[in-house]
């Protein structure tokens, strides 16, 4: 298998076919369905579907970049993260990451943001990063905080905010 990138506790590797099971498992969680509510799949097949198409961005080297994050001691898919563009900004991405309920709360996500970021600029030649967190997810505020992204604005009526309760947007200049 080959990773991207390593953290002391993550390996970051492209998605591969077998991962379907678990990712679709994953983006079941209460959590994710929460805060991510448009990034569960309807079954496998989809889960499948949206592997290859992340498999070929990865191979090809373009947005959106999605990535699986394993556990190194283990080796269990605990999550995935990825970027994609700012619309209508070539040079800035926002990016997202996600870890499972049973790891979470363990310093992963601070982790993976903080190798990811950094990868990210390097690998991409992108000094702008945002953060998009929807009003009330303190866990994500306080990852992309301790990442060093600041607090920009808050926007209403995105079409990504269900709940009509306005999206935090962070910003980190590398």
């Known amino acids: 298998m080959e990773y991207i990138f390593e ?5 970051i590797r492209k998605f591969e076919l077998e991962d379907a099971r678990c990712l679709y498992k994953n983006h079941l969680e209460e959590e994710v369905k929460k805060w991510i509510p448009n990034e569960s799949y309807a079954d496998i097949e989809e889960t499948e579907e949206a592997i290859n198409f992340y498999i070929d961005c990865v191979n090809n080297k373009h947005l959106p970049y999605v990535l699986a994050v394993e556990l190194k001691s283990t080796g269990e898919l605990i999550g995935d993260t990825g970027v994609n563009e700012v619309e209508g900004n ?6 997202g990451y996600g870890i499972c309920k049973k790891y979470s709360g363990k310093g992963y996500a601070t982790e993976l943001l903080m190798a990811m970021t950094k990868y990210i ?11 998009r ?4 997810n303190h866990a994500s505020v306080r990852v992309l905080e301790k990442n060093g992204y600041e607090f920009v604005k808050e926007e209403l009526g995105a ?5 009509g309760n306005g999206m935090l947007i962070y910003k980190k200049v590398c």
């Not at 953290?7 to 390996?11: A, P, S, V, Y």
């Not at 600029?121 to 953060?131: D, H, Q, R, S």
């Not at 079409?159 to 709940?163: A, I, Q, S, T």
């Open 121 to 131: 600029a390097e690998t991409f030649e992108i000094n702008i990063l945002y953060g």
């Open 133 to 136: 967190v929807m009003h009330g």
């Open 7 to 11: 953290t002391e506790h993550l390996k």
């Open 90 to 95: 070539p040079n800035e991405v926002e990016v």
């Open 159 to 163: 079409e990504d905010d269900p709940y």
